[in-house]
């Protein structure tokens, strides 16, 4: 089974914060367990990871070597899994950035995308997950329609990073499932 899921392409889990200890990589790393408990092969990125040298304002016009590689990452990705906190009524900036940085057109063109929103207001993020969804779109990425937004997201992750609404645990899972179908499907059409 794991040659088969490293023959395969991954679906590349995005943790759009660099904020250290996120409750987006939280979610994130449970999402990646859902899809590894599923046996689809799958990735997980977070912008903490982001290369130093890709914030210089020289990346513009050259990247740095460092950057190659989270560029492939996301081009042979069969799917994007976008998990994004609010931070002031927006996602945060470091993800603009990202995606910023990332060649165009094919970092996202007819690529697959899911959303996971997360906050610790009541709407769990979904102005956030709204406003990539627009970004998204205008780069030609097939959006998949169900997403998950995750409120008060303090009450309901417990100190060791795991889920305790079951509710939530349902939504994700099946937004997993659908998902792995999605990305197999408009991916390779």
């Not at 020289?58 to 560029?71: G, H, M, N």
């Not at 996301?74 to 906190?85: C, E, Q, S, Y």
């Amino acid at each position: 089974m794991i040659g088969a899921i490293m023959a395969t392409k991954p679906i590349l889990i995005v943790v759009g914060t660099n904020r250290p200890g996120a409750n987006a990589l939280r979610i994130g790393k449970i999402i990646q367990g859902m899809y590894q408990k599923a046996g689809e092969a799958v990735d997980l990125y977070g912008l903490d990871q982001m290369p130093r040298e890709i914030f210089d304002s020289s990346s513009y016009a050259t990247k740095p070597a460092a950057w190659v590689e989270v560029q492939q990452r996301v081009v042979d990705a069969k799917g994007l899994h976008i998990v994004t906190p609010e931070y002031n009524g927006g996602f945060p900036g470091v993800m603009k950035y990202f995606i910023d940085m990332l060649k165009f057109p094919e970092s996202f063109e007819r690529k697959p995308v899911a959303f996971v929103g997360e906050a610790a207001g009541i709407w769990g993020a979904l102005r956030p997950v709204e406003q990539l969804a627009q970004i998204f779109c205008y780069r030609n990425a097939y959006l998949y329609p169900e997403r998950v937004f995750i409120p008060r997201v303090g009450t309901v992750l417990d100190a060791e990073g795991n889920l305790t609404d079951a509710k939530i645990l349902e939504m994700l899972e099946r937004q997993v499932k659908g998902f792995t179908l999605f990305a197999g499907r408009v991916g390779a059409g």
